[in-house]
């Protein structure tokens, strides 16, 4: 992860246009939103294109980033959120289901793999809107405390007591369904 005093500068220039910086930023941040978004929505192809969607925006409003308050990781999964959201509220579903997710990966592996995963995000089904929200952005986006409450506007102390909510119920709902 890039130092936010290095990544300031990256920024700076990006503002100024330099496509080398663009890229840096594009390549950075691409996975982990992808993945994030990924997770929310089901789909290969609406993640693609919601990521994709997401440094358009952050590209349309560059210019206006300022350093106030959130860091650029919190503006920019905040875009990430928002599209995320916009997308659900047109499909008219839940924002928070899960059900199952696939898992992409190499035949020997996904098995186990495949498992695992449907019983960890089967037991995030439990949590509230706003827990998922911040355990997938914790976890998955790898957001500090602080960018996770900036990007949701919540207190810091909500995300940790949401956090520690969130990972109490996912593990009881795991040890559900290990002593099933």
């Known amino acids: 992860m890039k130092k936010d005093q290095e990544l300031q500068e990256i920024i700076k220039r990006a503002q100024k246009g330099d496509v080398e910086a663009l890229s840096e930023i594009y390549e950075h941040f691409f996975d982990r939103i992808y993945k994030y978004i990924l997770i929310r929505v089901r789909s290969k192809e609406t993640a ?43 499909k008219k579903v839940a924002c928070f ?27 995030f089904a439990s949590l509230n809107e706003n827990q998922l929200h911040v355990i997938l952005l914790r976890l998955i986006g790898g957001l500090s405390c602080r960018e996770t409450a900036q990007t949701l506007t919540l207190s810091e102390a909500n995300v940790r007591t949401l956090q520690h909510r969130a990972l109490a119920i996912v593990r009881k709902e795991l040890m ?5």
């Open 176 to 180: 559900v369904r290990v002593n099933a």
């Open 97 to 123: 289901e899960i059900g199952d997710f696939k898992m992409f990966g190499s035949a020997e592996d996904s098995a186990l793999a495949n498992q695992t995963l449907n019983e960890v995000l089967g037991a």
């Open 48 to 90: 693609e294109d919601l990521a994709g969607q997401t440094f358009l925006k952050m590209l349309e409003r560059l210019a206006d980033f300022k350093w106030r308050g959130a860091g650029f990781r919190s503006w920019l999964f905040r875009i990430a959120h928002n599209l995320v959201i916009d997308w659900f509220r047109e």
